[in-house]
């Protein structure tokens, strides 16, 4: 029809060209559900090319707006409906379709910067040691998370028998009677967190002037002199 003249190929009155070329390949014993289905597809496309052309022509109106419609093919570009290439103009037309559909897809696709990387990755991290924090139990609070680097870090420091030491005092004065003690009362009468007490009581332990153990995984830590007989949970 736009090689007869019949039709603006740039101004279609889709639903008319639809109602015309059912109509055609009806009288020719052609239609079947593929090809309805295929001329519907390519309706809703005219429809849709048609549509964003319309609402671009009115809200856009600098420079990159003209450049994005020559892009497209509208007003300025000829599109040959000819078969100099040897392929029919339906398909010709699908092609031109679907390459303008994908350009415009392209086109409404927010670019990706630098900093939206970096910020997806830090709530991958912040997502990543939430899960993490749900596997710890309950009674395990996580300043106990203490890694071999920590140690070697207090190991290192000039200050860290000072630390011993006052832990040291401290549980002198409360366990006078023989007492013995948790960690979370003995952290909470220094002041300090667990970790902060807990990696010098392993120092004490180590040097035989303490003892460590649990009742059962994950439960309170004691400390004492020694270890109460029946109790072989030493840390």
Not at 188 to 197: D, H, I, K, Q, Y
Request: hydrophobic share 35%; with cysteine.
């Amino acid at each position: 029809m736009a090689e007869r003249g019949e039709i603006d190929p740039w101004n279609v009155d889709i639903v008319d060209v639809t109602d015309r070329f059912l109509a055609e390949l009806d009288r020719r014993k052609e239609l079947d559900l593929r090809v309805s289905g295929r001329t519907l597809f390519y309706a809703a496309c005219l429809l849709r090319l048609k549509s964003e052309y319309l609402e671009g022509w009115s809200e856009e109106e600098d420079d990159e707006s003209a450049l994005d419609e020559e892009e497209d093919g509208f007003p300025g570009i000829d599109f040959d409906f000819g078969t100099d290439d040897g392929t029919e103009p339906i398909e010709r037309l699908e092609r031109e379709i679907q390459r303008r559909l994908g350009r415009k897809n392209l086109r409404k696709r927010p670019p990706v910067t630098l900093y939206e990387l970096i910020k997806q990755l830090k709530t991958a991290e912040k997502e990543q040691r939430r899960r993490q924090r749900r596997r710890i139990p309950a009674e395990r609070e996580p300043d106990l998370d203490i890694s071999a680097g920590d140690v070697v870090a207090v190991a290192h420091d000039e200050g860290y028998q000072k630390a011993v030491f006052v832990v040291m005092e401290e549980f002198r004065r409360a366990s006078r009677d023989g007492d013995t003690l948790t960690l979370d009362g003995l952290s909470a009468s220094l002041g300090r967190t667990r970790r902060e007490v807990y990696i010098p009581l392993l120092f004490l332990m180590l040097e035989g002037r303490l003892a460590l153990w649990q009742d059962e995984f994950f439960g309170e830590v004691y400390i004492g002199d020694r270890i109460p007989e029946g109790d072989t949970d030493e840390e």
